[in-house]
């Protein structure tokens, strides 16, 4: 089971304060809190991606080529890589190029993204999403895991003897992720290839998601990559915390209400009650975290979104203190209780690597 946390980079004011940082500040403050999320020893550190204010994550592999600089063991993923408005190639390209910087320390979700404007920003009809999101996959899927690709589909120009470099480290691709909040045809998709399926299960309640991951699941199945139990499923999640629960309710109130993704709109106490948002106590967030798979099963990775909402720096490093030393170690015994031996961790290079030498061992 692999714990860490996901920024989505935006730039906030304080809303305490009125002050908000600048772009630098807040990629600094972002770099910052990666190197922090190993030190306390989360598994995981997953940078989303964007093209528009008030966020900035415009070239995630720059950010996270530099992060594999500065740290020596924490997975760096990405939430979400656009597969709709990004050239496959370049991507191909750029993160076989980040998995060697980073000794194989990388991952990636893919997502349509959710922010209409960016699409003709990048050539592209938002009314495509799927078909792009679908075609751009196959196509990235092929070039790493083929020498040499001829290529003719929809939305690119195609592609003749094509060899993208560097070719990914030691002939493993990165695991990928299929990011997705609402839609099935992602969730089948996810499952066509045997990939992960990533549930950003921060806005609606747990029963939307508990379909499209009972789906995912169902068709991993039917397409021959194991039981449906063993299919690899992540989750996001939302905390804030202070050793009192109401003294965390009083200091993330003002931030819940003028956040950019969800500000002016429910409560605090309605966007608890119906998502995984939980403001309180480690404890509190230990019980509801640990019940997670009562809903959507045995799972392989949970993020946490701790950065967000014009919330200090300051702040943000006090409640990773928090997740590193009372609440993931706990949640790591919680759900490893009854585990099925059968059901595999969350895919590594390592991992995946090791399977590989196996299968051809087995045929020689």
């Known amino acids: 089971m692999q ?19 600048s772009e630098n500040e807040r990629i600094r403050a972002i770099l910052a809190i990666a190197r922090k999320a190993e030190e306390v020893g989360l ?17 995630p592999t720059t950010i996270l080529g530099y992060i594999a600089a500065k740290t020596e063991s924490i997975i760096l993923s990405t939430a979400t890589t656009l597969i709709t408005t990004n050239d496959p190639v370049k991507l191909a390209e750029d993160y076989a190029m980040l998995q060697h910087i980073s000794d194989g320390r990388v991952d990636l979700m893919m997502g349509r993204g959710n922010t209409a404007p960016v699409y ?10 799927i078909a792009l999101a679908v075609e751009n996959y196959a196509l990235l899927h092929r070039l790493w895991r083929e020498d040499v690709v001829d290529w003719e589909g929809r939305f690119r120009t195609p592609l003749k003897g094509f060899q993208s470099t560097p070719r990914p480290l030691d002939g493993v691709p990165p695991f990928v992720w299929h990011g997705s909040i609402r839609s099935p045809e992602i969730a089948e998709q996810a499952a066509y290839y045997g990939d992960g399926f990533f549930a950003n299960n921060i806005f609606w309640p747990k029963e939307h998601y508990m ?19 063993q299919a690899i ?24 209400d003028n956040a950019p993704v969800y500000g002016h709109g429910p409560t605090l106490e309605e966007f608890t009650a119906s998502t995984p948002l939980t403001v309180g106590s480690p404890q509190q967030v230990i019980d509801r975290y640990a019940g997670m798979r ?12 701790v950065d967000h909402a ?39 290079h390592a991992s995946m690597l090791a399977a590989r030498e196996l299968r051809e061992s ?3």
């Open 3 to 21: 714990f860490g946390i996901f920024t989505v980079g935006d730039v906030t004011p304080d809303p305490t304060t009125g002050l908000a940082p």
């Open 43 to 59: 598994d995981v550190f997953a940078l989303g991606e964007h093209h528009n204010p008030p966020f900035i994550p415009s070239s």
């Open 120 to 129: 003709p920003w990048f050539g592209k009809d938002m009314r495509e999403g």
């Open 211 to 229: 379909k499209l991951i009972g789906l995912y699941r169902e068709r991993y199945e039917h397409y021959g990559h194991g039981r449906a139990e």
């Open 233 to 256: 499923v992540g989750l996001g999640g939302q905390v804030f915390m202070n050793a009192v629960s109401q003294d965390a309710v009083t200091q993330f109130r003002p931030y819940f």
């Open 294 to 305: 009562e809903h959507f099963g045995d799972y392989q990775r949970q993020l946490f979104l």
């Open 310 to 348: 014009g919330l200090p720096l300051g702040t943000v490093l006090d409640q990773l203190e928090i997740l590193g030393s009372e609440v993931v170690p706990v949640l790591r015994a919680e759900l490893s209780k009854n585990r099925p031996a059968d059901v595999p961790d969350a895919p590594t």
């Open 362 to 364: 087995l045929r020689t």
